[in-house]
């Protein structure tokens, strides 16, 4: 069964200090993985897609990584602007030939208070 | 640029009641994915349609349908409304080169 192990559920950090998040994923053939940041009663805003271990990708404070067997999360002197859950979700491979659902892991709610 | 829209965006109900949700996606995106959010909860997949044909089938309850019209937008009809439907219900679209945009979502309460 795919799965997606996301840690540490909560992270508090002061501003500038930084730190990683952990997306371990369990999937029968990786077709993506999907980063994304989620406000409070709003959609998932699209981070990052990574397809293979070894890649990497870059967006401002932010920077995902990905193994065979999970992605990080960089976050570079995060702001108190960077606050919101950061979800990981993958997709596998074996659902034909148009992208397939994704799974989500549960999510780090990121805190950076000043 | 344009993204996906929902609407309403915030919709109450009463138990028993019937509800539908409305999906516009990204124009020239093909499929169309539903996911429903619990609180505190990761968004789990209820229904895909590609090319207005349903693609795939997730934890959707029997009470629950969903079709994708010839302009693309999708409808989710949820009927026979239980106080546990109450969650986000987001909306997503996507084509064969670009990775999945949701939209804003709607807020279901069932009182």
């Known amino acids: 069964e795919d799965q997606v192990t996301q840690s540490p559920e909560a992270l508090r950090l002061q501003e500038g200090e930084s730190s990683s998040l952990n997306c371990s994923y369990t999937?029968?053939?990786?077709?993506?993985l999907f980063w994304y940041r989620q406000d409070p009663g709003k959609g998932p805003e699209f981070l990052f897609t990574?397809?293979?271990a070894g890649e990497e990708k870059e967006k401002e404070r932010l920077k995902a990584t990905l193994t065979k067997k999970e992605s990080f999360l960089h976050i570079t002197a995060p702001k108190p602007e960077d606050s919101a859950t950061y979800l990981c979700?993958?997709?596998?491979?074996?659902?034909?030939?148009?992208?397939?659902?994704?799974?989500f892991g549960r999510g780090t709610q990121l805190t950076v208070w000043p | 640029a344009a993204g996906v829209i929902q609407s309403p965006r915030h919709l109450i109900k009463e138990k028993r009641e019937t509800a539908t949700l409305k999906c516009y996606p990204i124009?020239?995106?093909?499929?169309v994915y539903w996911y429903q959010q619990g609180p505190g909860q990761d968004p789990q997949f209820l229904i895909s349609?590609?090319?207005?044909?349903?693609?795939d089938k997730g934890s959707i309850p029997d009470r629950f349908s969903a079709q994708q019209f010839s302009d693309y937008h999708s409808e989710l009809n949820m009927s026979s409304l239980e106080l546990g439907d109450s969650a986000l219900y987001f909306c997503?679209?996507?084509?064969?080169?670009?990775?999945?945009?949701f939209g804003s979502g709607t807020r279901l309460t069932v009182v």
């Open positions: 979700a993958v997709q596998a491979a074996d659902r034909g030939s148009t992208l397939g659902r994704l799974y």
């Open positions: 349609f590609y090319e207005k044909m349903q693609s």
């Open positions: 990574l397809y293979s």
């Open positions: 999937v029968s053939g990786l077709r993506g």
């Open positions: 997503a679209s996507s084509t064969s080169n670009y990775g999945y945009t």
């Open positions: 124009p020239r995106h093909d499929t």
